[in-house]
């Protein structure tokens, strides 16, 4: 057998040429169904800038903060009893609000701080260090760019807060102002005492915790002081941050409260940049230093007098820092320990060099605590050569007057007391004004007072427990109050002896602005319950007898809806008042089992986890009311709440804080005989899991209602049908949020068909029909079902790499 070679491989058959020219178009074609795989994915993905959350702190300290900003919104906690504990309502309770240009911009949110102005758009976030920076755009067409900077370190209690507000337009702009406010939730709730620190810049609330009183504050920093202030309901703090203005209200009483700080710059050329500069922070003291104001010197060592005053009332340790001009030898004290409420004089010595010359020269006193720091300067005042200056004394103060009215009061009963001050110095002066009753800090007042003048000082306040007080301001004892228990009830009370739960209290010859104390005597309820109304008091404003009854049961007596929020109902106690339009102001005090407390509220704040109810019978709602702790045995708590009106009231455990979102009409027209689909998410804002039911109600009427089990953090959408068959107008509302106008149509009139004439139907064939064609479905929101390649970038190019492949396949076959 013969073989023969060649140089170079065996030539290929022709189907094996055709075999190997299909094997490279499917290699080509692969190649590029990966390319295109690989576009289409990178098409569709989107690109996020870095917004957070960012978190500062966070160390497992008593007292240390965990500072969250996402998306500029901060959310701080603060660690106690072993645990981290929130100090805003929400993650997203704080707000701040740029108003430029005549309109109010705001950082994302929609909590409830929220100005629900518009929205900044968040361009960047970053963490770097102890500081978070969050950069926003611009604000619309006015050139402002606002940058925030949070900065916190290691444990300390309070944190710093730094807006830079620029002007990256082409003109001046005029009229700016910078305002941050919170929906404040100290030591873990919702209630608290608002206050007001002119001396320091200081907005804030208080509360009593345990034996502590605990204060939140936000601070303006020196160079940055606030033009304006507000601390009072959240709600009315969130109105004031929307209309970009304060109102300079401070509720000193216990309410829900917020608190906010404003700044204002007349104008801002084009390029500046304005910086606002604040401290939030704990404290239980502070300290403000008051200055000698000047004094003369021909040129020898002088001493300086500062009083040094605690604003707080509990003790803290003072530390001192100098600074004078150039040459000078300036003197620093020692520290000093501070009691709450005290002032003590600080001696400082100012030496000048031996060829100063004569002028006007500033020593600076800086006292720091751990919490504050704050500043006071003294002037020097040095005569020339032969001259001779008259040395002016700083503002001296000393009681000269004060009364006490009334020095016997009931419980909640209001005090006023009055404090006259005179400046006997040559200087106008600050007298900070603590009033105190036995050393707990009530109210600070610091009015400015020019020599040889007066100045009034007026207090009003209340005492809660019984027992005899001590009256001080600063150190000077004015006087003493006796604070007595509630009054026994000056009413006749019967009870219905078929229904022992109703009872009926007659008021007779009632006195004009005096409350009539109605104490009741349920048992068989209230022991089932675990809830007993103790008493009632109304006061009246003319002299008509009046009688009041009142039922409490374990459900409601009117058919009233239930609680929403996930509250736990315990009781229920129905209020009603003949001739009620002569009731001007009304309470009630009620007791609570602690058995109850152990399964359902949290013991360590009774207060936070109770609820009190109250029917609207108007709106078909439960509003939610304020209610005291006033006293505690072994077995349970007391609480006193107040009423704008009697009606069905309900006393539980607190649930949840439901949100109702995005309330709206699938479609607004439909045909008489039609279903309309009402559609809204329920968000549960709170820490609870909780039912909210959602009551649909059309043009105010009552329809139906759908409970929603939401849990703590999460939402629900709910949905409701309801047949219309009369056409007209309808007004939608889901618990009073409007979803819109419904229109109903009438149906059109069927035009009568003629009768067909009967023809002979074709014999079935075995054709088949064309099959694979499909109807659009509904999804759950009501929207037609789309298939997965609607709207995807890329596919169509898929779809004609596909056919291509397949003619290449035919062709190569029919090649073979």
Do not use: C
Request: aromatic share 8%.
């Amino acid at each position: 057998m013969n073989t023969s070679s060649t140089d170079g491989p065996t030539a290929p058959r022709g189907g094996e040429r055709s075999g190997q020219r299909l094997r490279q178009a499917l290699a080509v074609l692969v190649t590029l169904l990966v390319v295109t795989s690989g576009f289409v994915a990178f098409v569709a993905a989107p690109v996020a800038a870095q917004t957070g959350p960012d978190v500062l702190g966070g160390q497992t300290v008593e007292g240390a903060l965990r500072i969250t900003v996402d998306q500029g919104n901060l959310a701080v906690a603060r660690y106690q009893s072993s645990s981290w504990v929130r100090q805003y309502y929400s993650d997203d309770s704080s707000d701040t609000v740029l108003y430029a240009g005549g309109t109010v911009y705001d950082i994302p949110g929609g909590g409830t701080a929220d100005a629900d102005g518009i929205e900044l758009t968040v361009a960047e976030q970053s963490m770097s260090g102890d500081t978070i920076v969050t950069r926003f755009e611009p604000a619309g067409s006015t050139g402002i760019q606002l940058v925030q900077r949070v900065s916190y370190t290691g444990t300390q209690q309070f944190f710093d807060l730094t807006w830079e507000v620029e002007n990256t337009g082409s003109s001046t702009a005029t009229g700016l102002r910078l305002l941050n406010g919170k929906d404040t939730y100290l030591a873990g709730g919702d209630n608290g005492e608002g206050f007001w620190n002119p001396g320091i810049a200081t907005i804030g609330v208080a509360k009593e915790v345990g034996n502590e009183r605990q204060q939140l504050t936000m601070s303006g920093l020196p160079g940055s002081e606030p033009f304006n202030h507000q601390s009072n309901s959240y709600s009315s703090v969130q109105d004031s941050l929307e209309a970009g203005a304060l109102t300079g209200i401070v509720d000193t009483s216990n309410h829900d409260n917020g608190y906010a700080l404003e700044w204002r710059r007349s104008s801002l050329a084009a390029g500046d940049t304005w910086t606002v500069r604040a401290r939030e922070g704990f404290a239980k003291s502070s300290v403000i230093v008051d200055s000698p104001g000047a004094v003369s010197s021909s040129g020898d060592p002088v001493n300086l007098q500062f009083d040094v005053t605690n604003v707080g009332d509990t003790q803290t340790a003072v530390s001192f820092a100098t600074d004078g001009p150039s040459g000078w030898t300036v003197s620093t004290p020692g520290g000093i320990d501070l009691d709450g409420g005290a002032t003590e004089p600080v001696t400082v010595t100012a030496t000048p060099p031996e060829s100063v010359g004569s002028g006007s020269y500033d020593i600076t006193l800086t006292a720091d605590t751990e919490t504050s720091t704050f500043s006071a300067v003294a002037r020097v005042d040095i005569a020339a050569d032969g001259e001779s200056r008259q040395v002016r004394r700083p503002a001296r103060f000393s009681v000269i007057d004060s009364s006490i009215s009334p020095d016997e009061v009931e419980i909640g009963e209001n005090i006023t007391v009055t404090v006259t001050v005179e400046n006997s110095g040559d200087r106008a002066g600050t007298y900070i004004g603590l009033l105190s009753a036995d050393n707990r800090l009530i109210e600070t007042q610091m009015p400015r007072v020019a020599p040889d003048e007066t100045a009034t000082l007026t207090y009003e306040f209340a005492l809660n427990r019984p027992g005899g007080y001590y009256i001080q301001s600063r150190a000077h004892v004015l006087g003493r109050v006796t604070v007595t228990p509630l009054r026994e009830p000056s009413a006749t009370v019967e009870t219905d002896r078929q229904r022992p739960n109703r009872v009926e209290a007659a008021l007779r010859d009632p006195q004009p602005g005096r409350p009539v104390f109605v104490a009741f005597p349920f048992t068989n309820t209230s022991d089932e319950s675990g809830v007993h109304l103790d008493s009632l008091n109304v006061t009246v404003d003319r002299r008509t007898d009046t009688v009041v009854t009142v039922e409490q049961s374990g459900r409601p007596q009117n058919d009233e809806p239930p609680v929403a929020g996930g509250t736990r109902e315990f009781s229920f106690f129905t209020i009603d008042v003949e001739s009620a339009g002569n009731v001007t102001d009304a309470g009630f005090t009620f007791t609570i089992q602690k058995r109850l407390y152990k399964e359902f509220i949290d013991e360590t704040d009774p207060a936070a986890g109770t609820a009190l109810f109250r029917y609207d019978p108007e709106s078909g709602t439960w509003e939610r009311f304020e209610m005291e702790l006033i006293g505690e045995t072994d077995n349970a708590y007391r609480f006193r709440g107040s009423t704008p009106g009697f009606s069905t009231f309900a006393v539980g455990a607190a649930g949840t804080e439901f949100d109702l979102r995005d309330v709206r009409l699938a479609s607004e027209t439909i045909t008489a005989g039609d279903d309309a689909r009402i559609r809204a998410t329920v968000a549960n804002d709170g820490d609870r899991n909780g039912t909210y039911t959602a009551v649909l109600r059309v043009d105010g009427d009552r329809r139906t209602s759908r409970d929603v089990f939401v849990p703590a953090g999460e939402s629900r959408n709910v949905q409701f049908r309801e047949t219309f068959q009369e056409p007209g107008e309808y007004a939608i509302t889901l618990d009073n949020v409007s979803a819109g106008t419904l229109t109903v149509e009438a149906a059109a009139t069927p035009t009568p068909e003629p009768t067909p004439t009967p023809t002979e139907e074709p014999e079935p064939t075995d054709t088949p029909t064309e099959s694979g064609s499909s109807t659009p479905t509904e999804t759950d929101d009501g929207t037609p079902a789309t298939t997965a390649s609607d709207g995807q970038p890329g596919f169509a190019l898929v779809t004609a790499l596909l056919a291509l492949l397949g003619a290449a396949l035919l062709s190569a076959r029919r090649r073979d």
